[in-house]
């Protein structure tokens, strides 16, 4: 399985990392890790088999409270 993290940039607001998270497990990704950095960002450490990274960096983007992804290194 190959691991990633993604820095996802959220509005601070409720349920906004809730949504995001079970956004990523219900595309088959396995959270991993998830660390908040204040109020509004969370890295998330993720692992996938066959699976788009890029594609969940898309639709984490259409959520509305999620104001930005960056994906980081892999592993």
């Known amino acids: 399985m190959s691991r ?7 509005v601070d607001a409720p349920g906004a990392l809730v ?4 956004l990523v497990e219900r595309r088959g990704f396995r959270v991993v890790d ?5 109020a509004s960002s969370v890295t998330v450490e993720v692992e996938a088999a066959g699976r788009s990274l890029l594609n969940l960096k898309r ?4 959520l509305w409270d999620v104001e930005g992804v960056a994906i980081g290194g892999s592993g």
Not at 34 to 38: I, M, Q
Not at 59 to 62: F, V
């Open 4 to 10: 990633y993290t993604l820095i996802v940039q959220l």
């Open 59 to 62: 639709q984490l983007e259409n």
């Open 34 to 38: 998830a660390r908040t950095e204040g």
């Open 19 to 22: 949504r995001a998270l079970s």
